[in-house]
Nanobody, 133 residues
Framework: QVQLVESGGGTVQAGGSLRLSCAAS????????LGWFRQAPGKEREGVAT????????HYNDSVKGRFTLSQDNEKNMVYLQMNNLKPEDSAIYYC??????????????????????????WGQGTQVTVSS
């Protein structure tokens, strides 16, 4: 069963923009930590941004702060990552991930979700983002 599906990746020139989407099941979406992570070839997986859908609090990696914006749509059970002023170092496969909702309540309640990939239980298939110089 596919519970998280990313889309919106592609190829863009440096300075351009892309908008990634993550569709989640209703159970996984509500009152939960959802995050965007990325992994480039030969590099470790890196947290990009997180959102607690129960309270709307977001967290951003310093490398993308001011350029990326994570938002939520509760009616569609979707989260989005608007990526502006893209840089070549942003090139990676981007993954949407979710914690177990009970774990989110236990660990955070409505507070900020940490971008630690080890805390996330469910992962999408990934979408490729390539930024050319």
């Amino acid at each position: 069963q596919v519970q998280l599906v990313e889309s919106g990746g592609g190829t863009v020139q440096a300075g351009g923009s892309l908008r990634l989407s993550c569709a989640a099941s209703a159970h996984m979406y509500k009152n939960n930590c959802l995050g965007w992570f990325r992994q480039a070839p030969g590099k470790e997986r890196e947290g990009v941004a997180t959102i607690n859908t129960g309270g709307g609090i977001t967290h951003y990696n310093d490398s993308v702060k001011g350029r990326f914006t994570l938002s939520q749509d509760n009616e569609k059970n979707m989260v989005y990552l608007q990526m502006n002023n893209l840089k070549p170092e942003d090139s990676a496969i981007y993954y949407c991930a979710a914690k177990d909702p009970w774990a989110t309540w236990r660990d955070y309640g409505l507070d900020t979700c940490r971008p630690d990939s080890d805390e996330y239980d469910y992962w999408g298939q990934g979408t490729q983002v390539t930024v050319s110089s």
